[in-house]
C-alpha cells in the first residue's frame, strides 16, 4: 500500500518572497507537486493557465461550488478562488507530498474542516523589511503597498492558525527550515511508517 | 530576556545505537547540553561519575526524593535512577538546549507532569537488526540478550507516547532528521521568537 501523501499548506504576505521560495522548494523537491488552484480573475501578463491557476468563467465556477467540488474557495472582490478537491486527493492518493498556497481566509476554512495537514507561515524579518520589498518591486503605487502592509498585519496577526512560523530573512535558510519541517513532521509519531511487519505489529499494538 | 532552552528527551531500546548517537550529536551540536542522571547502581568500568551517571548513595537519593528533587525518578530492579529538577531547570534557563535520554517509564512520568518538550523515540530497523547488534555486543548471554529483546519489544510498544518516531538505519541520517526535528520545533508556533518588537506585536494581538 503506498503511504499517502503529506499536504504543507503555506501562507505569506504579498513581498515576503513566495514566489522564490516556491521556485527553490521545486528546486530542492522536484518530487513535491504544487496545488494550483481555480480562479475567475483574468491571468496577468506573465501568467499560465494550469500552472499558475486554472482560469474558469464564473458560471463554471459556481456550477463546482454547487457539486461541492472545492476543498476551500473564497470570493475576494469580485473574483472566486478554490482549491479542488478531488485534484488535491489524487495527488495525495498517489502518495506524493503537495504544497497548497493559501491566504488566511483559506487556512481558516481548511482549519475549520479540522482538514491533516501542515500549515505553515512565512513572516517577513520586519514591517519595516515587508515595506521596503513591496517598494522594490516597482509595480504598485505607494497607496497599494500601503494596502498591501495592513493586509500583511492582519495576517501576521492569524499566523497562530498554522503550525510554524517562518521567517524569510535569507531565503537558502528559509529553503532548509522548511526541508527540516517536511523531514521531521514525515517522523511525526502518528504519521510513522515502517516497512517491517514485527514493528509495525508492536506498533500497532498500542491503546489508540 | 533569554529564549529558554529546549528539552529533547529521547527513548532508545538497548541496542539501538544510543551511545553512537549521542556522540555524533555531541559532535554536531557543540552547545546543546546533556542531562547527567543520578543513580544509586555502581559505576560499570568505563563510567565515569558526573559524566555517565551521578553516582550516589541509597540515602542520599531518598533524601532527594523527600526534598522532590527528580523531575522523575524510578527504581528498577535494586537501584534508583532520577533526573534533577533543578539541575535541568538552571540549564533551559540559560537559553541552552538540553538532551535527556530516559527510558519509557521516565517518559511515562514526565507526560503524566505534562512535561512541555520535544519526545523522540529511537527504534531498530528490525528486530532481526537488535538481536544481531545485542549479540554483536559479545557483553551479553543469550539469556541476557533475550530478555533485553522482551524489554524492547515492550518499549517499542509504547513508542505513541513520543512525538517522533526515527528508525536507526544508518546513523547519520538518523542524525540528519534528529537536526530536522530540533531545527523545525525551534519553528513551532508556540516556540516562534522574533526580535523584531513590531512583528511581535502584531503575533501577541492573536486571541489566545
Known sequence: MTQKGLPLIFSAPSGTGKTTLREKLKQELPDIEFSVSHTTRPPRANEKDGVDYYFISKEAFLNMIDCDEFLEWAQIHDHYYGTS????EKILEMGKDLILELDVQGVESLRALKY??????????????????????????????????????????????????VT??????????????????????????TDCPEIRKLIESEPS
Do not use: C, W
Not at 120 to 135: A, G, H, N
Open 85 to 88: 478537491r478531488t485534484t488535491t
Open 116 to 165: 491533516q495537514g501542515v500549515y505553515i507561515f512565512i513572516l517577513p524579518p520586519s514591517m519595516q523589511e515587508l515595506e521596503k520589498r513591496l517598494t522594490g518591486r516597482g509595480t504598485e503605487s505607494g497607496e497599494q503597498v500601503k494596502k498591501r502592509l495592513r493586509v500583511g498585519e492582519q495576517e501576521i496577526s492569524k499566523s497562530h492558525l498554522y503550525d510554524y512560523r
Open 168 to 193: 524569510n530573512t535569507n531565503i537558502d535558510e528559509t529553503v532548509d527550515t522548511i526541508l527540516a519541517i517536511i523531514r521531521a513532521e514525515k517522523n511525526r509519531v502518528d504519521r510513522y511508517h
